[in-house]
T-cell receptor, first 115, second 111 residues
């Protein structure tokens, strides 16, 4: 398995533009998580899905952020309109159900810079 | 909700032992984890401990769990420069087995 795949790896955009981050979880995993990491705030959970259904989106900063998981193999995180304070590294992670300690597997992250 | 707390920064000399501490609030946690994040990469699982254990040793790593105080620690013996990274404590709880991460402790190893 290729692991969790995220795209793009780097994104530079201007304030006000729409940004879409993509994630492909590990096949067979039933939970997917979106995180944001900054120097100031550390790692923050934005939203997580279980079996494609959003379970907890209380970490989503505001209405400019939205996330979807149309099927078990794909999720998007959208920011519209983007602002400079959204600059961060965004991680997607997936987790399988059942035994084994429920390890989360992280993607390499998308480094977002909003100018 | 569940809260996991760590100190933000630790600096040690190469060859010394490092001890990274963590406290958590959910007494129903079944597993507790340590993840490592190297520069420019995502988090990777380093080790984990079942909640019914007090200690787990894995080569240079020792995990200690005090359930009464809800305190978890990670000891790295003979710390090397390659151990420089951010270390995250995490626990798992709830019906959906949600993993909650601490904010991470940045370990700096001085040669």
């Amino acid at each position: 398995d290729a692991g969790v795949i995220q795209s793009p790896r780097h994104e530079v955009t201007e304030m006000g533009q729409e940004v879409t981050l993509r994630c492909k979880p590990i096949s067979g995993h039933n939970s997917l998580f979106w995180y944001r990491q900054t120097m100031m705030r550390g790692l923050e959970l934005l939203i997580y899905f279980n079996n494609n259904v959003p379970i907890d989106d209380s970490g989503m900063p505001e209405d400019r952020f939205s996330a979807k998981m149309p099927n078990a193999s794909f999720s998007t995180l959208k920011i519209q309109p983007s602002e400079p304070r959204d600059s961060a590294v965004y991680f997607c992670a997936s987790q399988g159900g059942g035994t084994g300690g429920n390890e989360q597997f992280f993607g390499p992250g998308t480094r977002l810079t909003v100018l | 909700g569940e809260d996991v707390e760590q100190s933000l920064f630790l600096s040690v000399r190469e060859g010394d032992s490092s001890v990274i501490n963590c406290t958590y609030t959910d007494s129903s946690s079944t597993y507790l984890y340590w993840y490592k994040q190297e520069p420019g990469a995502g988090l990777q699982l380093l080790t984990y401990i079942f909640s019914n254990m007090d200690m787990k040793q894995d080569q240079r790593l020792t995990v200690l769990l005090n359930k009464k105080d809800k305190h978890l620690s990670l000891r790295i013996a003979d710390t090397q420069t390659g151990d420089s990274a951010i270390y995250f404590c995490a626990d798992i709880s709830g019906g959906y087995q949600k993993v909650t991460f601490g904010t991470g402790t940045k370990l700096q190893v001085i040669p």
